[in-house]
């Protein structure tokens, strides 16, 4: 998912903790049949022209992206829902199957999270294992989740390391911590966490099933700073952002909200009804880019007002539409999700 965890769903998938033959279809969005708050229905996108820096430049895979990373102009990643990592050379025009984390399984999405530390350590995320490379993606090791036998409701996993070798993992459970690159995984935080932020090697702040905000100064000791009465607990994917130690985003499918005191308090900005949030990335200044299933929006004012960016054609949508979003910087970004459709954007 972009700077980011997580964070993206292809389908909004609730894994269970015994099987997994009932998930739907990659290919299979489910879209929110009722406005998820009658009181965030002023908080919809403003309409607009989509803008002509999205381009779609891959479209070739029979299969979907659930994550994508670029850590150069040229040089991406993406996470294959069979299980593959992928590889381009080129901007994310032309794409070369790499190492197999998962085992192919249809209905299921194999690799779900991608996370760089720079151009030369990365990691993925797979239902059942962690793949760590240390030379740009020409190698992979293959290594084992922290949370396995899974005994619970399984989440979209989050993960998120501030320094080559020091990162957090979460799937619902646990919060998990790794300082040797994902060899040893030790548990700070014993509740069900389904998305955190991290600013250094113990100040962080977590989601917590079903509606609690956390946050941890020494990176042990956990308090509970806020409750987000609006947060749809039954939701398999949540996903937190922060710019600095105050400003900072959640979403959980429906509505994105935001906090400018660290998370004491938060407020829904933006909820695109009857679109799914999938994915969003926070640049520079007040600028905020999101992914929906059908739509890409954008807000350059701290979410007080939203506008279409992108909007994908019928056929690509029903193929599981867009899924996760990256931006390089500023001028550089990329959106993909479902049949491998890979969207470019260049300003």
């Given at each position: 998912?972009?700077?980011r965890?997580?964070?993206?769903?292809?389908?909004?998938?609730?894994?269970?903790?015994?099987?997994?033959?009932?998930?739907?279809?990659?290919?299979?969005?489910?879209?929110?049949?009722?406005?998820?708050?009658?009181?965030?229905?002023?908080?919809?996108?403003?309409?607009?022209?989509?803008?002509?820096?999205?381009?779609?430049?891959?479209?070739?895979?029979?299969?979907?992206?659930?994550?994508?990373?670029?850590t150069?102009?040229?040089?991406?990643?993406?996470?294959?829902?069979?299980?593959?990592?992928y590889?381009?050379?080129?901007?994310?025009?032309?794409?070369?199957?790499?190492?197999?984390?998962?085992?192919?399984?249809?209905?299921?999405?194999?690799?779900?999270?991608?996370?760089?530390?720079?151009?030369?350590?990365?990691?993925?995320?797979?239902?059942?294992?962690?793949?760590?490379?240390?030379?740009?993606?020409?190698?992979?090791?293959?290594?084992?989740?922290?949370?396995?036998?899974?005994?619970?409701?399984?989440?979209?996993?989050?993960?998120?390391?501030?320094?080559?070798?020091?990162?957090?993992?979460?799937?619902?459970?646990?919060?998990?911590?790794?300082?040797?690159?994902?060899?040893?995984?030790?548990?700070?935080?014993?509740?069900?966490?389904?998305?955190?932020?991290f600013?250094?090697?113990?100040?962080?702040?977590?989601f917590?099933?079903?509606?609690?905000?956390?946050?941890?100064?020494?990176?042990?000791?956990?308090?509970?700073?806020?409750?987000?009465?609006?947060?749809?607990?039954?939701?398999?994917?949540?996903?937190?952002?922060?710019?600095?130690?105050?400003?900072?985003?959640?979403?959980?499918?429906?509505?994105?909200?935001?906090?400018?005191?660290?998370?004491?308090?938060?407020?829904?900005?933006?909820?695109?009804?009857?679109?799914?949030?999938?994915?969003?990335?926070?640049?520079?200044?007040?600028?905020?880019?999101?992914?929906?299933?059908n739509?890409?929006y954008?807000?350059?004012?701290?979410?007080?007002?939203?506008?279409?960016?992108?909007?994908?054609?019928?056929?690509?949508?029903?193929?599981?539409?867009?899924?996760?979003?990256?931006?390089?910087?500023?001028?550089?970004?990329?959106?993909?999700?479902?049949?491998?459709?890979?969207?470019?954007?260049?300003?």
């Amino acid at each position: 998912m972009s700077a980011r965890i997580v964070l993206v769903i292809p389908v909004l998938l609730i894994f269970s903790a015994c099987s997994h033959s009932s998930n739907p279809s990659p290919n299979s969005p489910t879209t929110p049949t009722s406005p998820p708050n009658p009181l965030d229905t002023a908080t919809t996108v403003t309409t607009g022209t989509d803008s002509s820096y999205w381009q779609i430049v891959s479209n070739a895979n029979a299969l979907a992206f659930s994550d994508i990373w670029f850590t150069d102009t040229l040089h991406g990643f993406a996470a294959g829902s069979n299980g593959y990592i992928y590889l381009s050379a080129d901007g994310g025009t032309t794409w070369t199957q790499s190492a197999q984390l998962e085992p192919s399984s249809s209905g299921q999405l194999g690799i779900q999270t991608l996370f760089f530390s720079g151009s030369q350590i990365g990691y993925a995320v797979g239902l059942m294992h962690i793949a760590v490379t240390a030379n740009g993606g020409q190698s992979w090791t293959i290594k084992s989740r922290p949370d396995l036998p899974i005994t619970g409701a399984q989440r979209w996993p989050s993960l998120q390391f501030i320094t080559p070798t020091t990162g957090f993992f979460s799937a619902g459970q646990k919060l998990w911590r790794t300082d040797d690159s994902a060899d040893h995984w030790t548990p700070i935080e014993i509740d069900s966490v389904g998305s955190f932020y991290f600013f250094g090697t113990n100040n962080g702040v977590s989601f917590a099933y079903p509606n609690r905000i956390n946050r941890t100064l020494d990176g042990a000791t956990w308090q509970n700073t806020a409750i987000l009465p609006n947060s749809s607990s039954g939701m398999p994917f949540t996903y937190m952002q922060f710019s600095n130690d105050q400003t900072g985003w959640f979403t959980d499918l429906n509505r994105i909200s935001t906090t400018s005191n660290g998370g004491v308090s938060w407020k829904a900005v933006f909820q695109p009804y009857p679109d799914i949030i999938t994915d969003f990335q926070v640049l520079s200044g007040q600028t905020v880019y999101l992914a929906g299933v059908n739509h890409l929006y954008k807000t350059m004012d701290g979410g007080t007002t939203w506008q279409r960016e992108y909007t994908l054609s019928s056929n690509l949508a029903s193929q599981g539409g867009l899924i996760a979003i990256f931006f390089l910087d500023d001028h550089h970004g990329w959106a993909t999700g479902g049949n491998g459709v890979v969207l470019r954007y260049r300003h």
